[in-house]
């Protein structure tokens, strides 16, 4: 049954664990309204013949409905309508209430791609990669302008926002692999911002994960060529690579040295008179602050020159560049300029 109608309605594979239950939805909908429509085109066509005018002075006799009848009309379509909502809003819900054990990606959408970005694993554009039969949530975010997450076969779909995150869930049943739309036009290459999620079977997944973070050389078979991954072994380091990306270390040292700017070197929790007068310490929020908005809040002894980030970093970029921040300790700082390429691109 569910296949027949599946097919009926042109409706894609059912590959998540939401699709079923938005479907049946879907064909109770669509069967309630087409057998209304139905039943009133038909007996509108059978009291045309019926009642057709018989000669010039005939009237129409005026009819005073029961009141059963009104109550049928008000009650029917209500109860339907109502019913409708309550199991839609029950599937709202639960699309809406990622699971507390879900794994987490994050996702940065721009003009024209996807960006997936593992807390703890690779990065890649375009990719996603999940395992079968385990929630994942995504925390999505744009960089530039409204863009939407759709994958069809998932019945997932997710407006994803400049300057704030929103989040959506799903649980891929089917190994496999299915398309990623934009379903919110956003310029000219909006068709072509096409993506990809790879439902992978969990062992398998698990050990594509574990080659990746042993080496970031290519896994035969496993990358396809529009896929990009950089491996990087913590939040700390893509902080690291954001860093060398945006040219902080032109400004910023992490030995200790003072230069244009503050040292990074044990920043995280020192105290910095500011020159207000006003000491502060240095915590997230203000490393934050002070990435978005650099002359806010002025540390003694430096020109108010650093330009601000707003716009130009993502969320997540600015969660790893604070984790960095945080990891350069004296215990742990690494004292040796950064290295090596921004990217390990495989292809
Ligand atoms: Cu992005 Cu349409």
């Given at each position: 049954m569910n296949e027949f109608f599946r097919k009926l309605l042109f409706l894609p594979e059912q590959a998540s664990t939401f699709a079923a239950g938005v479907d049946h939805l879907h064909y109770f909908v669509a069967l309630t309204t087409f057998i209304m429509a139905l039943a009133v085109g038909v007996l509108a066509v059978v009291f045309i013949a019926l009642y057709k005018r018989k000669s010039e002075t005939q009237t129409t006799p005026h009819v005073e409905p029961t009141m059963m009848i009104e109550a049928a009309f008000v009650s029917v379509p209500l109860v339907l309508f109502l019913l409708w909502f309550a199991v839609g809003f029950r599937q709202f819900v639960e699309q809406d209430t990622p699971p507390a054990d879900a794994m987490d990606v994050y996702v940065m959408a721009k003009k024209w791609m996807w960006k997936f970005n593992y807390p703890d694993g690779p990065n890649s554009v375009n990719v996603l990669r999940v395992p079968a039969g385990r929630p994942v949530r995504l925390l999505m975010t744009s960089q530039d302008v409204i863009h939407s997450f759709f994958v069809p076969e998932f019945r997932v779909k997710k407006d994803v926002n400049p300057g704030r995150y929103t989040q959506t869930w799903f649980n891929a049943t089917t190994p496999g692999k299915y398309e990623i739309l934009?379903?919110?036009?956003?310029?000219?290459g909006h068709s072509i911002m096409r993506g990809e999620v790879i439902v992978m079977p969990p062992a398998e997944y698990q050990t594509w994960l574990d080659n990746l973070k042993r080496s970031p050389l290519p896994q035969d078979g496993l990358n396809t060529d529009i896929e990009k991954v950089s491996v990087n072994s913590s939040l700390a380091e893509q902080g690291r690579r954001v860093a060398a990306e945006q040219g902080c270390f032109k400004c910023h040292t992490i030995d200790g040295t003072k230069f244009t700017g503050p040292t990074w070197l044990n920043m995280f929790g020192r105290t910095e008179k500011l020159i207000t007068g006003e000491k502060i310490v240095v915590d997230e929020a203000y490393m934050t602050e002070s990435i978005m908005d650099p002359l806010a809040k002025i540390v003694e002894g430096y020109a108010p020159v650093m330009p601000s980030f707003q716009n130009k970093l993502a969320g997540p970029e600015i969660a790893a560049l604070v984790e960095y921040m945080k990891s350069l300790r004296t215990d742990t700082a690494r004292t040796t300029p950064p290295e090596g390429p921004l990217y390990a691109p495989v292809h």
């Amino acid at each position: 049954m569910n296949e027949f109608f599946r097919k009926l309605l042109f409706l894609p594979e059912q590959a998540s664990t939401f699709a079923a239950g938005v479907d049946h939805l879907h064909y109770f909908v669509a069967l309630t309204t087409f057998i209304m429509a139905l039943a009133v085109g038909v007996l509108a066509v059978v009291f045309i013949a019926l009642y057709k005018r018989k000669s010039e002075t005939q009237t129409t006799p005026h009819v005073e409905p029961t009141m059963m009848i009104e109550a049928a009309f008000v009650s029917v379509p209500l109860v339907l309508f109502l019913l409708w909502f309550a199991v839609g809003f029950r599937q709202f819900v639960e699309q809406d209430t990622p699971p507390a054990d879900a794994m987490d990606v994050y996702v940065m959408a721009k003009k024209w791609m996807w960006k997936f970005n593992y807390p703890d694993g690779p990065n890649s554009v375009n990719v996603l990669r999940v395992p079968a039969g385990r929630p994942v949530r995504l925390l999505m975010t744009s960089q530039d302008v409204i863009h939407s997450f759709f994958v069809p076969e998932f019945r997932v779909k997710k407006d994803v926002n400049p300057g704030r995150y929103t989040q959506t869930w799903f649980n891929a049943t089917t190994p496999g692999k299915y398309e990623i739309l934009c379903s919110q036009y956003c310029g000219a290459g909006h068709s072509i911002m096409r993506g990809e999620v790879i439902v992978m079977p969990p062992a398998e997944y698990q050990t594509w994960l574990d080659n990746l973070k042993r080496s970031p050389l290519p896994q035969d078979g496993l990358n396809t060529d529009i896929e990009k991954v950089s491996v990087n072994s913590s939040l700390a380091e893509q902080g690291r690579r954001v860093a060398a990306e945006q040219g902080c270390f032109k400004c910023h040292t992490i030995d200790g040295t003072k230069f244009t700017g503050p040292t990074w070197l044990n920043m995280f929790g020192r105290t910095e008179k500011l020159i207000t007068g006003e000491k502060i310490v240095v915590d997230e929020a203000y490393m934050t602050e002070s990435i978005m908005d650099p002359l806010a809040k002025i540390v003694e002894g430096y020109a108010p020159v650093m330009p601000s980030f707003q716009n130009k970093l993502a969320g997540p970029e600015i969660a790893a560049l604070v984790e960095y921040m945080k990891s350069l300790r004296t215990d742990t700082a690494r004292t040796t300029p950064p290295e090596g390429p921004l990217y390990a691109p495989v292809h």
